[in-house]
């Protein structure tokens, strides 16, 4: 996308598109956002007949459930249970405040995504409001592709196959063969556990200053002086050093890109 406000709004139909079959956007830059809304949902009713209050219940569903959507089918899982483990391993209580840990791990979440929704936009949603699908259905089909093949890239096969158990599935002979609501939640599980491994080996560096300057203070007496308050600065300025939020930001994008 050439500008951010215009990608921004892509991102949000693709999710409507994914969730209601036929919200589309307007291409004008010119108009606000809603009015673009308006314009799909137009655009919907005249092709397929679908009575206005109807397609007004879609729009409703498709904002209540555009954070589950991306939460639950994008990278931001990994990213902000990360994010939680290094402010635990920090010990910094509430610092950095949930709203910039979440602000930072969206943004995050939508350069990791870009490509994606890219393939979304060029493979779905314009063919579509070009005419090229007959149906909506064809147009999800389409839009879930690219979606389905980046959460099997991260999807480990043994979560995947429990997932497949449970659901009393047979064992598929091509990634198509898995449905989507099987695909989900073992992409979910797959990302949790990742993030879990990844949250060790950031408390591995801290747990070792703590149990330094805990040691240190038993050795020289200093029984009632809490350890945190003095390992706090210590693993702050080693993290400023080591330019932590660098690496682990690195590491978390370059995660998805293996």
């Known amino acids: 996308m050439k500008s951010g406000s215009h990608s921004a709004r892509t991102l949000l139909v693709l999710l409507g598109l994914l969730a209601a079959c036929g919200l589309a956007y307007g291409q004008d830059r010119g108009n606000p956002l809603g009015m673009d809304i308006l314009n ?24 209540s459930l555009a954070p589950a959507i991306l939460v639950m089918t994008t990278s931001f899982t990994r990213i902000i249970v990360v994010f939680g483990f290094l402010r635990q391993a920090l010990g910094t209580q509430q610092t950095p405040p949930n709203q910039v840990l979440i602000g930072l791990a969206l943004f995050l979440t939508f350069f990791i995504m870009m490509p994606t929704y890219q393939r979304v936009n060029d493979e779905a949603l314009q063919p579509y409001l070009k005419g090229a699908f007959p149906n909506q259905t064809q147009a999800l089909d389409a839009a879930l592709k690219p979606l389905r093949e980046f959460m099997f890239q991260q999807t480990k096969p043994k979560d995947l196959k429990t997932f497949l158990q449970l659901a009393k599935l047979g064992r598929p002979n091509t990634p ?15 990302e949790l556990t990742t993030a879990f491994y990844m949250g060790f080996v950031i408390y591995i560096p801290f747990l070792i200053i703590d149990m330094v300057v805990a040691s240190t203070l038993m050795a020289m007496g200093m029984m009632m002086l809490p350890p945190i308050f003095v390992s706090l600065p210590f693993k702050i300025i080693m993290f400023v050093i080591a330019d932590g939020w660098n690496l682990l930001i690195n590491s978390l994008v370059r995660s998805f890109q293996a």
């Open 40 to 63: 799909g949902a137009r655009r919907a009713v005249d092709q397929d007949n679908i009575s206005t209050s109807l397609v007004m219940v879609f729009i409703i569903t498709v904002i």
């Open 176 to 190: 198509d063969d898995v449905p989507t609501h099987v695909l989900i939640p073992a992409f979910v599980l797959s």
